[in-house]
Nanobody, 115 residues
């Protein structure tokens, strides 16, 4: 079955960096990406990347976050720099099945940025 496992979250001071990883298995995926949900807010898109390498970023993270993927390993990464307290959220990995365009979600990893 399809499984997405995130790692790399943690506690970091403002201005610091973290690298999130998501290892996907069980299918072939077209678009993969990261979403986040802060307390009291709806889940929002952070960044996506297609199998061809086309990327899309939320305006709030442009210039600070970089998404990449290793197609051979079905792994997507999110390099986060210049972190701000408002980046604090649970970050979820998302992957779209190439056959049916179904969305699959990881369990999430907590990112906390202290001031």
């Amino acid at each position: 079955q399809v499984q997405l496992v995130e790692s790399g979250g943690g506690l970091v001071q403002a201005g610091g960096s973290l690298r999130l990883s998501c290892a996907a298995s069980g299918s072939i995926f077209s678009t993969m990406g990261w979403y986040r949900q802060a307390p009291g807010k709806q889940r929002e898109l952070v960044a996506t990347i297609t199998s061809r390498g086309t990327t899309n970023y939320a305006d709030s993270v442009k210039g600070r976050f970089t998404i990449s993927r290793d197609n051979a390993q079905n792994t997507v990464y999110l390099q986060m720099t210049s972190l701000k307290p408002e980046d604090t959220a649970v970050y979820y990995c998302n992957a779209r099945d190439i056959w049916y365009q179904n969305n699959y979600w990881g369990q999430g990893t907590q990112v906390t940025v202290s001031s």
